[in-house]
């Protein structure tokens, strides 16, 4: 018996739903949010991918505002002095995506739900559907699912899936399906259920 949902329902009655409510907020006010500080929290997301997500936030925190200036040569070595695991690739992903910094505003407020993850996905080195999303997220959009490891192992200890080899765009978006469904059940957006379900996996609500 999958009892996923119950579990996710009794923890909403605990202080845990009052942390993931503050970190909600704090992806909110998209209107505010500058071609600058959107590009800045897309190279987040860039970092994260096959990386530990604590110790992104400390080297994004150090680093966030050599993003937009830095050379490539510049940020690998940054990055590197920092025991970021790829430096060179990731440099090169965020130097390469920096063209692209100043029509990002214009791709959120205009682009429909798919169109503005696929323009991401498809645009953007280093970017993904799973980064496109966290990248969504944590700029305010509640309605896409961040489908990592965690989120995999979890689903399928529930016997909710069996995870797949490859991650493709057509599976991404079948599981997407599921979190939606369980989303409806549990009365959460995807953002919302996303830190439920890290929270149980991992113990902790980060970004």
């Not at 429909?112 to 993904?128: C, M, V």
């Not at 990248?135 to 699912?145: C, V």
């Not at 493709?168 to 919302?192: D, F, G, N, P, V």
């Amino acid at each position: 018996m999958n009892d996923l949902p119950s579990t996710i329902t009794n923890l909403k009655q605990s202080n845990t739903q009052k942390k993931i409510q503050k970190r909600i907020q704090e992806f909110k006010h998209l209107d505010t949010h500058s071609a600058e500080e959107l590009f800045t929290e897309l190279c987040f997301c860039i970092l994260t991918a096959n990386f530990n997500s604590e110790r992104t936030i400390h080297i994004h925190g150090k680093l966030h505002s050599c993003f937009c200036t830095e050379t490539k040569k510049s940020l690998e070595k940054k990055l590197r002095a920092h025991g970021y695991r790829f430096p060179h690739t990731r440099a090169a992903y965020i130097v390469d995506a920096r063209s692209k910094k100043d029509i990002l505003p214009t791709i959120i407020h205009t682009k429909s739900h798919e169109e503005r993850r696929d323009w991401l996905a498809q645009n953007i080195p280093g970017i993904g559907y799973k980064e496109a999303s966290h990248f969504l997220r944590n700029i305010g959009f509640d309605d896409y699912a961040i489908i990592d490891f965690h989120i995999l192992d979890i689903l399928e200890r529930h016997q909710l899936i069996t995870t797949p080899k490859t991650l493709t765009t057509k599976k991404y978006k079948e599981i997407e399906k599921i979190l939606r469904s369980l989303a409806t059940q549990t009365h959460l957006t995807l953002a919302e259920l996303d830190f439920y379900l890290w929270y149980l996996e991992t113990g902790k609500i980060l970004k």
